[in-house]
């Protein structure tokens, strides 16, 4: 009955159209508040203790640092130094968005915030070259899911918040293969797609512009050097790391490319804030709808339910898998993460499964979830910036690249010694 009464209070107050982290709250706080003996005061006691958290003081200071960065023409040179790397490539444009993407999400650990950065200078391009709208925006949509991935990944500090034995350093780390092998498969099928339809749209190759282009992006590229060179050596936390990127965004959007004016610097603090507060609120309230979950013992209840069909671990990864790319196409990442995580994490133990690679397999299938409707917030963040229809993203191209995801996540789960081979080489020489 109380299940029936948590979920069913969730899912009622979705589709009546309350944000996700309304809907959450009152999942969790009107069975507390009227089928329980709980005292009321632990959904503030909740709320509290949740905000209290010091590795979560990371994500408002990286969507801050995203922010800056955009503001400060960063994106810019990101996009003229990848497109110097791979624009001679068959279908090259699309090939310089995954790699701009790459580059920024090791900036933003933000998906739309990638999107909107990249695809702003990236659609008018592509368009100028002739590649076809569908194309172009399934392209810049797909490449911009690599903001949550590349470190450092704003899901990623909540994944490592909500399960709590977690280092959020190794997480970065074990996301970095992992990211780049997402934006070469995206990169292949765009390739094999541009050489049969775009020939006319390459260029030659300059060693000159190359290093020209890189001279220009270079303090653009120290960003996530500095991050994530800091975080790894030992000189401070990925928190931080995240205030030390804030730092560092003004200096260079200042001092260096002389971008960044007052009224960008209002601008962008403005919509900073408003992002925060959402990402922040959904992430508090799952706590509370996490904390009536444990006391009707859902997460155990779920657990034996998937350990009496899993018998390997082969099977339970099949099982997880098709869950995560259930809730990733109706519930945005972070409030999937703080519900699921502490369901899942239980049972790697008895499947050997390693929690950080887990963490990263997680956040790339409910990423997935951000390319379907009917969330798929980055189908509607690549939309708006042309005035297109979202259906206008929805095409076989879209489909293509999640097929070239599907394909890498499924070596992933096969191999896991890729997505931990850089913590345990960090590991090792600790």
Known sequence: MMIAVIFGTFLLALLIGCPIGIALLLGGGIPILTMTN??????????????????LMAVPFFILSGSLMDVGGVSKRL???????????????????????????AITGSAPATVAAIGSIMIPAMKEDGYPLPFILATVASGGWLGVIVPPSIPMVVYGVSVGTVSISELFLGGIIPGFLLAGGMSVYAILWGKKNMPHATKKFSIRE???????????????????G??????????????????????????????????GLVEMMRKSIITTNVCMFIVLTSTVFAAIMTREQIPVIVGNAIMGIAKTPLMFFVLVILLLLFVGTFMETLPAIMILAPILIPMLSNYNVNSVSFGVIMIIT????????????????SASLCGEKVETVINRHLFAYIGCALAVLVLLIVFDEIIMLLPNIVRARG
């Open 230 to 263: 800091g975080i790894y050596a030992g000189i401070f936390t990925a928190t931080e790391a995240a205030v030390v990127s804030v730092i560092y965004g003004l200096l260079v959007s200042t001092l260096i490319y002389h971008q960044l004016t007052l009224k």
């Open 210 to 228: 190359v290093w020209s282009s890189f001279k220009e992006a270079l303090w653009a590229l120290g960003m996530p050097l500095i991050i994530l």
């Open 38 to 55: 709980l005292d009321s005061a632990i959904i503030v006691q909740r709320l509290f203790s949740a905000a209290n958290n010091y590795s």
């Open 79 to 105: 996009v003229n130094f990848a497109r110097s790397l791979v624009g001679w490539l068959p279908g090259g444009l699309a090939v310089v968005s995954f790699l701009a993407c790459a580059f920024f999400g």
């Open 366 to 381: 409910l990423g997935i979830g951000m390319l379907t409707p009917p969330v798929g917030i980055n189908l509607f963040t």
